[in-house]
């Protein structure tokens, strides 16, 4: 995997970018996008590509796995000194085995077609999320949707706030 370059950003800045990169993706597919994302968020130190990438990555599959017309919501708070990031969508789910597998590597059966391409992308996710020193995970039912999730470190000092 690449390096990563962190430097500090201001996480609501970036996803509200990427939410305005992602609109016509979420028009093609007839999606509602809501992002609560606390405006005090103390900064992250992260590198910008890859972190596009995981949130890209989540974003897309959601698309490409659901039925056109899926409600998505990104909430971004602070849980136990970490930024917790989750994606959630009211789409068809995941059974317990498949979340279990989700994040890691392995390699397509051509014989096996319920295997998806999932696989690669998710492992990449693990693989930037772990770099930048957080975790990441999914809850998901059949039926109700699925919560993708993932922590980052807050950076290490920040800036100090003006009144």
């Known amino acids: 995997m690449n390096l990563i370059h962190c430097e500090q950003l201001s996480l609501s800045q970036f996803i509200n970018e ?18 609560n994302i606390s405006h005090n968020l103390p900064l992250i130190s992260g590198d910008k590509e890859q972190l596009h990438q995981v949130f890209e990555h989540l974003v897309t599959n959601a698309l490409k796995h659901n039925p056109p017309g899926i409600n998505l919501g990104i909430d971004v708070t602070v849980k136990q000194g970490m930024i917790y990031c989750s994606l ?14 989700l994040f890691k590597l392995y390699l397509r059966s051509l014989h096996d077609r319920r295997r998806t391409g999932i696989g690669l992308g998710s492992y ?40």
Request: with cysteine.
């Open 124 to 163: 990449q996710c693990r693989q930037i999320i772990e770099a930048h020193g957080g975790k990441i995970g999914v809850r998901s039912t059949p039926g109700n949707g699925c919560q993708f999730w993932f922590t980052l470190p807050m950076a290490k000092s920040q800036p100090s706030a003006v009144s």
């Open 88 to 101: 959630t969508d009211n789409g068809i789910g995941m059974g317990e085995q498949q979340c279990d597998q």
């Open 18 to 35: 990427l939410i305005r990169e992602w609109q016509p993706l979420l028009q093609q597919n007839q999606a509602n996008l809501v992002a």
